[in-house]
C-alpha cells in the first residue's frame, strides 16, 4: 500500500500572485499533501501502463491527516479488512531544509507520538474588590504551565525524546471588575515512542491532581488530536534504502526521531511500514507557512521512489 494524505490547512495562502494559490479563503495545502498526491496520481499512471502481474497495489488517498483521524478511521472501517489489509505500507513527506531530492528515513522510531491535552480548572468567582469571597484558578494555572513544560526532568532518564509545549492559555473573562472562576491550559505531549507516551500521561495527570488539590479546585482533561508514533520496520525501511541507493539519490540515516507527529504511524499496528522523507530544498519555505508553496519538480523524485518499492516487492513480470 501506498499512501499520500489528501487534507489542508486552515491557513491563509500568501498572496503572491501565483496562477495555483488557494481558491478557497483560510484553506491552504501548506504541507505539501497536494504534492504528495500528485506522486500517487503519477503511480496510478504508471500502473495504467504497467499493471502488477500478481498480487495488489493499494494507493490510499487519505484524508484528515493534520488531526490525526483519518488513519484510524481508514483502519476500522469494515472495508480495511475485507478489502484493504495491507502486507506493508509505505509514505513519504516532503521536507524543506533538507536537499532537494534528497531521501532520509530512520529504522524504528521516525516520528514521535504526540496527544494534545485541555486541562480544564473550576473554581468561582468575584467581584474583584473581594478577591477573598472567590476562588481563582491564577495559581495553579501559572504553576501548571511551568511545572507540566518541566516534567519530562522529573520522569526516569531516556535517551529517547519526551517534550511538553504549552501552547494555549485563557484565564476568566475579559473583565476589570470580576476575579476569575475558569481557567483552561492547553499542551502538547510528545514523546518518541508509543511506550513513553503513557508514564508522561500519568505524571501530567498526578500533577495537575496535586496542583488542584492543593487549590481547592475541580478539573477536567481532555485529549485531542492523538498520533501514534511512526515505527519504521526493519525490512521496510531497508527496502527504502535500497530504492534510494539504486535510484541514485542522495541517502541520508537519521539520527534522531523526528519531532513532528503523523498519523501513519497508525498503520504499523496492522502491517509492516515504512515512512520515508523526501527533502524539498535547503531554502524552501518551512511545512504550515503560508508561504509554502510544494515544488513540483519534486514529484517525479517521489514517483521514481514509490515505483523502485512497488518493484522491490516483486509484483511485476521481467
Ligand atoms: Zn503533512
Known sequence: MLRAELDALPITEKEDGREWR???EHVAHSCGHDGHMAILLGIAK????TPPACGEIVLLFQPAEETGAGARAVIESEKFDASLHPDIAYALHNQPGRPFGEISIREGSFACASRGMIIKLHGYCSHAAHPEQGLSPVHAMCRLLEALEQLPQSLPTSKDLRLVTAVHAQLGEVTFGTTPGEAIVMVTLRTATDVLMQPLVKAAHDLIERVTQEAGLTYDIEFRDIFAAVINDQQATTDVIHCAQKCGKMLTLLEATNRWSED??????VCR??????????????????AYDFPDALIEHGVEMFWALLNEQQLFAD
Not at 504508471?46 to 501502463?49: E, F, N, Y
Not at 501513519?264 to 499496528?269: A, H
Not at 511500514?273 to 503560508?290: I, Q
Open 46 to 49: 504508471k500502473l495504467a501502463q
Open 264 to 269: 501513519f504511524g497508525v498503520y504499523s499496528t
Open 273 to 290: 511500514c515504512a515512512m520515508f522523507l523526501l527533502g524539498a530544498g535547503e531554502t524552501a519555505r518551512v511545512l504550515h507557512d503560508s
Open 22 to 24: 488557494s481558491q478557497n
